[in-house]
């Protein structure tokens, strides 16, 4: 028998971030910073079961992760952190072990809550085997103007439980907004370090969140950008307070530091699913026989839907982006879609709308989020009632989707 390979202070770090505030384009911007002949891996969890953001990532980095030693796992169809810790202790080690990287990043799922993530990533077995750096958060300013995100549990969450916090799309704000927007960060986070995402206009800047006078500092696009660099760059070396104060915790009261894990919400899939995460090829495979394939479910205060249609279904491009913008309440679209106008990247939020044009793939894949309607006074009815899927459920008939979708195949 061979054996186990022991790892040992594997540097490791969170990119968490509210769904839709960019941390895949913080992700891309590490990767860029990759020296040559170092081995990196990445574990991305998505909430939906299609598996996007590996080839939206694979598609940034022109297809030669291999060559730019850049592993990536998927782990899809929920929360690596819900249920019990066995998903993400199964994810982590088969990275380890496939690829002996020397660097980890783990991109959480936005709607993903990051107190059960470090609660797990704090627990005794992982304390010799990863070097848990500073968790880097990505606040998009344009959500943050939207009391709908301020006031939402979920997405003051991540500010709570960040060492380091990207702003990112702030350029709309002035002056009084900035700083009104670091008082508010103070107030959830008062130890965070704030760093302000280089834009066409200004350099990056880096605060402590007491700082609320920070002031832009000018330059070329190519210093600005060079500067970001660097100072994204550096946070990968920077120890994490968080967890360790929470791995203080852990040793001292095992038990304390499981409180809090909860199981994800029943699924409303229309195949059968596995009730627990799965690997991105695993998740490919079981559908591979049967497409096109579709799912749909429901998690917190949003619904989540999917398809995956044969590479040979060529869908009528403008048809398709009037179709999904049309689409009630959604708050992000992912796809890799063959369309009229070649295959397409797709990767949309409501502040930004991103398209183009990539290299073929085996096979069409398409993922929205919708937010209920009237989400707080459906999480209020919530607590007041416990049959409430009538009232969360009719947001949208997914048939008709499924209908009006295959009309658009040309």
């Known amino acids: 028998m061979k054996n186990p390979i022991i790892f040992q202070n594997i540097p490791c770090t969170l990119v ?30 998505e909430f939906g079961r299609i598996g996007i953001d590996g080839a939206l990532l694979a598609s940034s980095q022109d297809n030669d992760l291999e060559q730019k030693n850049i592993a990536i796992r998927e782990v899809s169809g929920g929360c690596i952190c819900c249920t019990s810790q066995l998903p993400l202790q199964i994810a982590i080690s088969r990275l380890l072990s496939d690829h002996h990287p020397q660097r980890l990043l783990i991109e959480p799922t936005g709607l993903a809550h990051p107190r059960e993530l470090i609660l797990q990533l704090s627990a005794p077995h992982w304390q010799t085997a990863l070097q848990m750096n500073a968790v880097m958060t990505v ?53 965070v370090k704030i760093i302000w995402a280089a834009s066409e206009l200004t350099a990056p800047e880096t605060t402590d969140s007491s700082d609320v006078h920070s002031s832009d500092v000018h330059s070329s696009d190519s210093l600005v950008a060079d500067a970001y660099s660097k100072t994204l760059n550096d946070q990968l070396n920077q120890p994490s307070s968080i967890i360790s104060n929470q791995r203080k915790i852990s040793i001292s009261n095992p038990q304390k530091s499981m409180i809090g894990l909860q199981s994800p919400a029943n699924s409303l899939a229309t195949v059968p699913s596995s009730s627990s995460p799965t690997d991105g090829t695993e998740a490919q495979s079981s559908a591979d026989s049967d497409l096109p394939y579709r799912y749909h479910e429901e998690q917190q205060d949003f619904q989540l839907a999917g398809w995956r249609l044969p590479a040979h279904y060529i869908l009528s491009a403008d048809d398709l982006q009037n179709w999904l913008l049309a689409l009630p309440n959604w708050q992000r679209i992912k796809g890799v879609v063959h369309t009229s106008d070649g295959w397409m990247q797709m990767n949309f939020n409501p502040g930004s709308l991103s398209t183009r044009t990539i290299d073929p793939h085996t096979d069409s894949r398409l993922e929205i989020i919708l937010q209920l309607e009237n989400a707080v006074d459906t999480a209020i009815a919530k607590t007041e009632s416990k049959d409430n899927t009538e009232t969360s459920s009719a947001l949208i008939n997914w048939e008709e989707c499924d209908r009006e979708l295959m009309a658009l195949v040309i």
Do not use: C, M
């Open 16 to 45: 968490t971030g509210f769904l839709g505030a960019g941390k895949t384009t913080v992700i891309n911007q590490l990767l860029a910073t990759k020296p040559d002949d170092e081995r990196w891996a990445l574990l991305i969890n």
């Open 139 to 191: 606040l998009s300013g344009e959500q943050w103007q939207q009391i709908k995100y301020r006031d939402h549990d979920g997405f003051q969450a991540h500010v709570r439980d960040a060492d380091v916090l990207i702003i990112n799309r702030y350029t709309q704000l002035d002056t009084n907004d900035k700083q009104a927007l670091v008082e508010w960060i103070t107030k959830l986070n008062s130890q």
